[in-house]
């Protein structure tokens, strides 16, 4: 059943009786002063008045103050623009009560000229509920929902984000985003750009934070009429790339100067050293000696910290094909002219097959060599190096004749700056060692050797 308003027509376009009386929703027939000239019965039951007193009223008296100037600025719209207008508002019933309502209102034209506005009004509460729900999450997030339509206007702007730049929630809604954020044309350009169609993200500073932004455009009938967004404030983790970057800086000159200056130094020293042991007398025959053994540990360092360093500097790993027979042979010479009192040999024939590295390889070979030879407590250390393979697989394998490594320490040998008591090594180089393997996706294992000594094992993937 519906109302029709005495002094008020009944539009042609208005449904059937029998259609009004199943609607769920309010439906009304507004004069375009906002007159109520017709309605159904759900307006009556929401509003606990009867259709008497609803016949005195206009559709402004249904609403609080605010919400009342809502729907006259509406229907005025409609009107005036011809257009349909959708607005939310709560209908203020007469126990003082408000229900949440959104109203659709479409203009009735006759001859050119609007004669009335028609439409239904759908309750909202469960959506507003949601919406306070989600409001609640996304006011306790670090982070800023927004959304503009498409002229540019903010209608959405929540999120604990918000705080960073000094904002309430939706304290610039209603605003133009085009005059909040004037000063600022990075920003701007990506809200054009969004505005534009274009679903992209972005990372952007605002007021001296830097936000890293997700914009998309949602569209209709091919035009763009709304762009929501999420915006992350990453001012924190930018600030720590920056400083990265620059104890990055800081670690490439110094890798520079490991690598020339104060490696041509010590090889300057050495020269000399080499050169007055032939001619000092014997009684301090023993003193250049040290002098020499401890210029090569160093220059041994600087070779360690310039891999350590090449390592530490690579964003990424390639890896490649690297021959195995050449990357074993190659530090095993070096380390053996560095220890002429050590015995350093390949044991068996090296398999003629490529695994899968980079050129840092002769690193973690000459580091596990060197470690054999440092921490071997016999005036004359023999190290072996062999390996075997299988379809996939090669096994490298580095053997001593030292004390050993005991159990409880096999694993903790690996860590950064880890050492044996009477080492003259560094603590570096087996780090390196499981720096390297890792980045290979291998695998570095010790065992005990027979009948002394300790092996290192070391399975890498065949590039075969």
Same mark, same amino acid.
């Given at each position: 059943m519906y109302t029709v308003r005495a002094d008020g027509p009944r539009p042609n376009i208005a449904p059937p009786e029998d259609v009004l009386d199943t609607l769920d929703e309010v439906y009304y027939y507004l004069s375009p002063d906002g007159q109520l000239r017709q309605w159904n019965e759900r307006l009556s039951e929401v509003t606990g008045y009867s259709d008497a007193e609803i016949a005195e009223k206009s559709a402004? #008296?249904? @609403?609080?103050?605010?919400?009342?100037?809502?729907?006259?600025?509406?229907?005025?719209?409609v009107v005036s623009e011809q257009r349909q207008v959708i607005v939310e508002a709560d209908y203020r019933t007469k126990d003082g009560e408000f229900v949440p309502y959104e109203f659709s209102g479409k203009p009735v034209v006759e001859d050119g000229e609007v004669t009335g506005v028609i439409g239904i009004g759908r309750e909202i509460t469960e959506r507003r509920q949601r919406q306070r729900r989600l409001e609640t999450i996304t006011d306790n997030i670090p982070i800023v929902l927004f959304a503009i339509d498409g002229d540019g206007e903010i209608v959405l702007s929540r999120?604990?984000?918000? &705080?960073?730049?000094?904002?309430?929630p939706d304290a610039v809604v209603g605003e133009s985003a085009f005059d909040v954020y004037a000063d600022n044309p990075a920003l701007l350009a990506d809200i054009? +750009?969004?505005?534009?169609? #274009?679903? @992209?993200?972005?990372? !952007?500073?605002?007021?001296? &934070?830097?936000?890293?932004?997700?914009?998309?455009?949602i569209t209709e009938r091919g035009e763009v009429t709304r762009v929501v967004g999420v915006a992350r404030d990453i001012t924190a983790n930018k600030n720590y790339e920056n400083r990265l970057e620059r104890q990055r800086d800081g670690l490439k000159l110094l890798n520079r100067m490991v690598r020339h200056d104060i490696r041509n130094d010590l090889q300057l020293i050495l020269l000399h050293l080499e050169r007055l042991e032939t001619n000092v007398e014997p009684a301090h025959g023993d003193r250049v000696g040290t002098a020499i053994e401890s210029t090569q540990n160093a220059i041994a360092l600087t070779r360690t910290a310039r891999d350590l360093a090449d390592v530490m500097l690579q964003s990424e790993s390639s890896l490649e094909r690297v021959d195995l027979a050449e990357a074993v042979e190659t530090p095993l010479a070096d380390v053996r002219a560095s220890y002429p009192e050590a015995t350093l040999a390949i044991e068996g024939t090296l398999p003629n097959t490529a695994v899968l590295a980079d050129d840092m390889l002769h690193s973690v070979v000459r580091n596990l060599l060197t470690n054999a030879v440092q921490h071997n407590d016999t005036d004359a250390p023999t190290v072996t190096a062999s390996a075997t393979e299988t379809d996939e697989e090669v096994v490298l394998r580095v053997a001593d004749d030292g004390p050993g490594i005991p159990d409880g320490r096999k694993d903790e040998v690996f860590a950064r700056g880890e050492k044996g008591l009477e080492s003259e090594g560094t603590g570096i180089g087996l780090y390196?060692? +499981? #720096?390297? !393997?890792? +980045?290979?996706?291998?695998? !570095? &294992?010790?065992?005990?050797?027979?009948?002394?000594?300790? !092996?290192?094992s070391v399975t890498l993937r065949r590039a075969d």
């Open positions: 402004m #008296e249904f @609403f609080g103050p605010d919400d009342a100037e809502t729907i006259a600025d509406a229907i005025g719209t999120g604990k984000g918000l &705080a960073t730049l000094g904002l309430e054009e +750009r969004a505005l534009g169609g #274009e679903a @992209f993200r972005s990372t !952007v500073d605002v007021d001296g &934070a830097v936000f890293e932004t997700w914009y998309q455009p390196l060692v +499981r #720096e390297l !393997v890792d +980045r290979y996706g291998a695998q !570095v &294992a010790i065992e005990d050797n027979d009948p002394e000594g300790t !092996v290192f």
